[in-house]
C-alpha cells in the first residue's frame, strides 16, 4: 500500500552534521502529520520531531535547537537536519506518516524500515 524508505544516516563525529530523507510512496490521496522517531540501544522509541501538513513543528526537548524538521509536500518526502550531533544522539532513526490512502480514503499510519546514525569519534 505505502512505502516510507529512510536514507541518509551513518557514521559522524561528534559536532557534525547528517540530513535524514524519508520518502513515502504507495497508494497516496495526502499525508497528515510526519513524524522522526530515535531507538537508542537498549531503549524504547521516542518521538524527536513532527510536522503537519501545514507547517506547525514539535521537537523534543533534547534536539531543540539542534535539529530541523521539514517537508516536501509535492514530494511526499520529510527530512531531519542534524547539526551538532552528539554521542547520545547514536540511535536507529525511524520515519512514521500518518497517510490517508488513495484507493480506501481511510487513513493509516505507517512506519519505515529505520536507518542508523552513529555518532562517534
Known amino acids: 500500500q505505502v512505502q516510507l524508505v529512510e536514507s541518509g544516516g551513518g557514521l559522524v563525529q561528534p559536532g557534525g552534521s547528517l540530513r535524514l530523507s524519508c520518502a513515502a510512496s504507495?497508494?497516496?490521496?495526502?499525508?497528515?502529520?510526519m513524524r522522526w522517531y530515535w531507538q537508542p540501544p537498549g531503549n524504547q522509541r521516542e518521538l524527536v520531531a513532527d510536522?503537519?501538513?501545514?507547517?506547525?513543528?514539535n521537537y523534543a526537548d533534547s534536539v531543540k535547537g539542534r535539529f530541523t524538521i521539514s517537508r516536501d509536500n509535492a514530494k511526499n518526502t520529510v527530512y531531519l537536519q542534524m547539526n551538532s550531533l552528539k554521542l547520545e544522539d547514536s540511535a536507529v532513526y525511524y520515519c512514521?506518516?500518518?497517510?490517508?490512502?488513495?484507493?480506501?480514503?481511510?487513513?493509516?499510519?505507517?512506519w519505515g524500515q529505520g536507518t542508523q546514525v552513529t555518532v562517534s569519534s
Open positions: 510536522i503537519s501538513s501545514r507547517g506547525t513543528i
Open positions: 512514521n506518516a500518518d497517510v490517508r490512502l488513495s484507493t480506501t480514503l481511510t487513513l493509516q499510519n505507517f
Open positions: 504507495g497508494s497516496i490521496a495526502n499525508i497528515g502529520i
